[in-house]
């Protein structure tokens, strides 16, 4: 037995140019991404069991599965509800696996994971993701295969943590081209009504977060050149960004408000691009429904935003 692993997992260093990336076996995480020698993403130590979701890879589906119920196919299924304090199965069934290594180079690796049948979700899919640093940033894909004998409900996206600098997300400026937003309820964060932005939601120009809280999906988005990006940009003009393509038209906000823990609250910025908002396995909307033998692929890019530019 190996001793010698960290608590996160096996560390795949990437280099490339001005960018350097590290990623976590466990999760397939994005332990720590860093440009010109800042980082643009929360980090954790690699001796450290890793901090909620951070940087992690959620598949078969991000977000929450309201009461970890729902029914696909005629039959009702049950998932463990792994968001007790809410009562919802959260964020899929590989953030937690420890991911197989298929190659590593100096820029890029490739990992790979099963689903394996289980409660709550009797289907297999095999799951393979690469992450690979250009001049453009990191570059992160995910493709997933149905190796399972019937349909299975699908969605995925990632779970980086943006900084601009070391103060709050108060004194950041956020861009987030989304003209409609997902409300919730205040409590569980249940999915409720869709609403144009107004207010606290309206990011399209360059706005100071200040204040405002947010722990909601958007959809709607802008795209220039068939993608998309939101980003945040400090007080001295860096930042980093997240672009994603047509294939994911939701993307998750949250400004990390963690009551009880003020020392972590407020200091970075969660940006998720999915496929499908939160509780689409009994919404419906956007799921993706892959057959036997179907395969469904995604990409989205984090890279920094820098005075240079």
């Given at each position: ?249 939701w993307v998750q906000v949250h ?23 939160p509780d689409a396995f009994n ?27």
């Amino acid at each position: 037995m190996d001793h010698t692993i960290p608590l996160s997992g096996r560390q795949h260093l990437l280099r490339h140019g001005d960018y350097t990336a590290v990623v976590a076996s466990v999760g397939a995480s994005l332990r720590e991404l860093r440009y010109a020698g800042r980082h643009l993403t929360r980090h954790y130590d690699a001796d450290e069991i890793r901090p909620q979701y951070r940087g992690a890879l959620l598949v078969p589906w991000p977000n929450r599965v309201v009461d970890g119920t729902y029914d696909f196919n005629g039959t009702t299924h049950q998932l463990s509800l792994t968001e007790p304090e809410r009562g919802h199965a959260l964020h899929g069934l590989l953030a937690w696996d420890e991911w197989e290594t298929v190659e590593h180079s100096e820029a890029w690796v490739r990992l790979r994971a099963t689903v394996v049948p289980q409660k709550g979700y009797p289907f297999r899919l095999a799951v393979e993701v690469q992450y690979s640093l250009d001049d453009d940033g990191l570059t992160t894909t995910v493709t997933s295969v149905n190796t399972g004998p019937d349909a299975a409900p699908y969605g995925v996206g990632p779970h980086p943590y943006l900084v601009a600098g070391d103060g709050p997300v108060d004194e950041w400026t956020l861009t987030l081209p989304a003209d409609t937003v997902l409300e919730v309820t205040e409590d569980r964060l249940i999915p409720t009504t869709l609403a144009a932005v107004t207010g606290d939601f309206d990011f399209r120009s360059p706005t100071r977060i200040g204040t405002a809280f947010l722990d909601h999906a958007f959809t709607d988005v802008g795209y220039a050149d068939d993608l998309a990006t939101v980003s945040v940009i400090g007080p001295d003009g860096n930042g980093a960004a997240v672009s994603f393509g047509r294939d994911l038209p939701w993307v998750q906000v949250h400004t990390s408000d963690l009551p009880g823990n003020p020392q972590e609250s407020r200091g970075s910025l969660a940006v998720e691009p999915m496929t499908c908002p939160p509780d689409a396995f009994n919404s419906g909307t956007n799921l993706l429904v892959l057959v036997p033998g179907d395969s469904h692929s995604t990409r989205w890019i984090v890279h920094a935003i820098h005075q240079a530019s």
